[in-house]
């Protein structure tokens, strides 16, 4: 079967052959983003980004056209150089260099080390912070918040909750531009 084939076949919802095109082009993706420095991330979000390129270059590509090959490449390229010029613009400065997440378990806490008084304050309004956060998300969205916080990649959170990358990467920036808002409101 040819990726042309594979492709059409990934999207007429055939997940071996989605799973062979990721699997075949991973490496693509990874020198793809080698080329590139991503300010506030690591090699290893663009490669996330490249990977998303990828999937969308699956979901996108119509015969007839250029060679699957070419338009995946063409698709991780830009996706990549897309995360690269959006860092740069530090458009998210704020959201990504604000105050930690104050809170539940092992997002930390803001109170004041060996201060009764500071840590019972910061442990209520951090109880509060997340109460207004989740009333402000979607159910989606603060489970795909959850996990992000907690330090899993966008494609761990697609595998953990059984969606596309795309959806949760979807997730993960309206969680995040609504978090932002809610912050900014305080």
């Known amino acids: 079967m040819t990726d042309e084939e594979r492709a059409l076949a990934a999207q007429n919802g055939d997940r071996a052959a989605m799973q062979a095109l990721m699997e075949k082009y991973k490496n693509a993706v990874r020198s793809t983003a080698r080329r590139y420095f991503l300010e506030g991330g690591d090699a290893e979000d663009l490669v996330q980004e ?61 109170a004041a080390a060996g201060d009764p008084e500071a840590e019972l304050i910061s442990g209520e309004e951090a109880e509060e912070f997340w109460r207004s956060v989740r009333g402000a998300l979607t159910e989606n969205e603060y489970e795909a918040l959850s996990l992000y916080v907690q330090g899993l990649r966008i494609a761990d959170i697609a595998e953990r909750r059984g969606i596309s990358l795309k959806s949760a990467d979807n997730a993960v920036q309206r969680a995040k531009k609504k978090v932002s808002a809610l912050l900014k409101s305080r």
């Open 50 to 110: 490249g990977m998303i390129g990828l999937y969308l270059a699956v979901s996108d590509y119509k015969a007839g056209g250029m060679s699957f090959k070419n338009f995946a490449y063409l698709c991780i390229d830009r996706r990549i150089v897309s995360a690269v010029r959006s860092a740069a613009r530090k458009k998210h400065l704020p959201l990504n260099t604000g105050v930690p997440f104050p809170g539940e378990g092992e997002r930390g806490e803001l």
